[in-house]
């Protein structure tokens, strides 16, 4: 296992992460819901897509390497832009939607409500396509998958614990604006490797 690599994806999905509406929906179903087994449906999704996402980057991975970095670098492009640009119209979103399509669970029904609302949520989700580019670029998709999904359940723990404190020390739009620098580092670093 590379642990630069590792390190690499836990720090890019994290920063990723943190402001997406994955968050705002772990946040806001941890104050309805009993918080440990929103964490533990919220974790199952994550891991489920993660899966996906490393599946589809290894099936990238074997596309002509110049391919894959180019493609690389515009989605890592196309990430600062989507982050930049959420951070800019200081979109808050309150996450109440979530807990209106997870129902009134209890217990057991509670982690499947949770893991059913992520996953719905993390579809076509930029800390996805960002693994997706990153098991593509690295071909490293046991790494990969172990750093991205550290990263979101420590951001979904995050959520869970002591979400509505963060939210108060640090505003949503830096975390987009970190999020967006991160996106355009690894686009900068990919694009040297294609043309350095």
Known sequence: MDIAVLALTFGAIFVVELPDKTFLATLVLSTKYR????????GLAFAVQTAVAVTVGKAAS?????????????MFLAGAVILFRE????????????????????GARVILS?????FAAEWGDLSQLLTVSLVAKYDAPATVFVGALAAL?????LAVVSGRA???VVPLHALHYVGAGVCLLLAGLTGYELWG
């Open 35 to 42: 918080p440990l087994f929103v964490w533990i449906g919220v």
């Open 62 to 74: 074997l596309l002509p390497e110049d391919l894959v970095r180019g493609l690389a670098m515009l």
């Open 87 to 106: 951070g800019r119209s200081h979109h808050r979103e309150s996450g109440e939607e979530f807990i209106e399509k997870a129902g009134d669970p209890h």
């Open 114 to 118: 949770s893991f059913l609302v992520l």
């Open 153 to 157: 359940l420590t951001v979904s723990g």
């Open 166 to 168: 963060l939210m108060r």
